[in-house]
């Protein structure tokens, strides 16, 4: 490498908006960062899946499990009308 033409690489600290810090290595000698992976929902496994607008018990109200069955009696009846 050449001198004089590449950052510093240096020690730095990095600070969560949880208030959990580390440290690691960079050009920056501070880090600051709203989420980590201490208070991260997918790493703490807070993570919620919430189905807000019920949409599957919508669709299942609507149709009410009789989806795609008009299609397979249809072919059904047409398979034995052939025979």
Not at 25 to 44: D, L, Q, W
Request: aromatic share 10%.
């Amino acid at each position: 490498m050449k001198d004089s033409i590449h950052p510093n690489y240096q020690e730095c600290d990095v600070t969560c908006g949880c208030g959990n810090s580390f440290k690691t290595r960079s050009t920056k000698p501070k880090i600051a960062v709203e989420v980590c992976s201490k208070c991260h929902p997918y790493y703490t496994g807070s993570v919620k899946f919430v189905d807000a607008a019920g949409r599957v018990d919508k669709f299942n109200k609507k149709f009410q499990g009789t989806y795609g069955k008009a299609k397979k009696e249809a072919a059904a009846v047409e398979a034995t009308a052939k025979a």
